[in-house]
């Protein structure tokens, strides 16, 4: 498993560039910013905007509401490796194809 660095991310961030409208998710960054996170993937769900806990304390877990839109959302501390995460849960966290997890 790679660290939340690794290049499968930096694919995957681009892919989320793609996806996603900013303005959408500019209520979060009172969330994320004052706990140094980062958003670090999503897949579409029904659920709403939820934050994913992957088992470690430094990953912090909520739920939010969009307007039209809604996505599972996962956040890591900077610091935090993807080691804890196996790579069927990372698997079923994003769309098929989407980013190469080694």
């Not at 877990?61 to 890591?76: A, G």
Request: hydrophobic share 35%; no cysteine.
């Amino acid at each position: 498993m790679k660290d939340v660095d690794s290049p499968w991310l930096d694919k995957f961030t681009l892919w989320f560039q793609r996806k996603i409208d900013y303005e959408k998710l500019e209520f979060l960054t009172d969330f994320i910013a004052p706990l140094s996170l980062r958003i670090k993937g999503f897949v579409d769900t029904d659920l709403g905007f939820q934050f994913v806990d992957g088992g470690g304390d430094s990953v912090k877990t909520t739920e939010y509401k969009s307007h039209d839109q809604s996505f599972l959302v996962v956040i890591y501390d900077h610091n935090t490796p993807l080691k804890h995460m196996t790579k069927k849960k990372l698997e079923t966290w994003f769309e098929p194809g989407t980013v190469e997890i080694e």
